[in-house]
């Protein structure tokens, strides 16, 4: 698909910005209305690789792309209640090992990946780590690896793990998941809590910027709201609009990273990348059914705890299911913080013994 071509100048930006706005808003409608997880997402991640691939891509300043990051950590820590830590204290050697065995098996298909040269080191491990999918992203800007095929990697992968999802919705429990469309776009917000957000938000910025912590933008807002909302501070507010509008940063900060040559590489290694999402979520779908019958919760429970879509998508899904969302969230929270904290470790030692 070609687009007319703006020239330079600043109204070319503005007719830029007009262009990605329109088509981002048109993919993420038809996603939503598809009831796709992380539409308001993937919709301006797309709309920014079309302008990208015509070589009309939009640049993201840092500081926005940067308090976005922050916004996405809040949310994630508003997924994790202080239930959250009962729930894995109540049985964490069960957890420790469906956990570590999802890690590892992540870990090995992502030095798999790499030994077999299909795609570097860092991205490889950063590609196929379980974790919260734009954390992913952004850890793996962090740490060297491309964001462009990891960003490919994992958002392929949500969208298969969400589809499977559904499927064992429909079929196992006989229920249908709904996407967020439901929820009102501009409910009453409650000033105070909202504000207190902010100002976790933009104190984990600036600690990030003080101390030049590499993923301190999105990891220091998180942890500050789980820490307050465990000692019965802080609610996490976010109001839908600014959610909408921090995923669409993202996606544009991502997207505008692609061009002609990045998806001619990836598409060359596209059959190998799904072959390696399909044999991940495969495998976790087999520590699911060992968890289910070890633990006694529902398969679908299991089936979203271990599974590899990110924490941040199966919170959405899991919400919209009746499974039991304390368990799942345990799972994937241990787990994010598992590949949080292993993972530059782990990319570093696999890009050390493979050379590309």
Known sequence: MLLPTPGTGFRANIFR???????????????????????L???????????????????????????????????????????????ILAAWPVILIGVASVVLTANVIGYALARFRILPGTTA?????????T???????????????????????????ATMASLAARFYLNTTLTGGTAAAWFPAIHW?????????????????????????????????????????????????VLLAVSYAICGWAIGSRFNREILAYAARALPTILLAIVVLVAICAIYASVLASV?????????????????????????SSNVDMSFVMAMQTMRFFMVLFTGPATARFIADRVRY
């Open 17 to 39: 910005w007009a262009i990605l706005l329109s088509i981002s808003a048109a993919i993420s409608i038809a996603f939503e209305l598809l009831h796709l997880p992380a539409a």
């Open 41 to 87: 997402l993937l919709g301006p991640m797309l709309a920014a690789i079309l302008l990208g691939i015509n070589g009309q891509a939009v640049a993201m300043p840092r500081p926005v792309f940067m308090m976005a990051q922050g916004v996405v950590g809040t949310l994630m820590a508003r997924a994790m209640p202080p239930t959250v830590l009962g729930e």
């Open 125 to 133: 491990v950063w590609g196929a780590s379980p974790g919260a999918a």
């Open 135 to 161: 954390a992913m992203v952004i850890m793996a800007e962090a740490y060297g690896g491309d964001t462009r095929l990891v960003a490919v990697m994992q958002y392929l992968r949500v969208l298969i793990v």
């Open 192 to 240: 105070t809590n909202f504000l207190a957000t902010l100002t976790v938000i933009g104190a984990g910025l600036v600690l990030s910027r003080i101390f030049r912590l590499t993923t301190g933008a999105m990891i220091l807002p998180m942890l500050f709201a789980i820490g307050l909302q465990g000692a019965g501070v802080l609610a996490v507010e976010l109001p839908p």
């Open 295 to 319: 633990t006694g919760v529902d398969f679908l429970t299991a089936y979203l705890a271990t599974s590899p879509g990110g924490a941040d998508s199966v919170a959405i899904i899991a919400a």
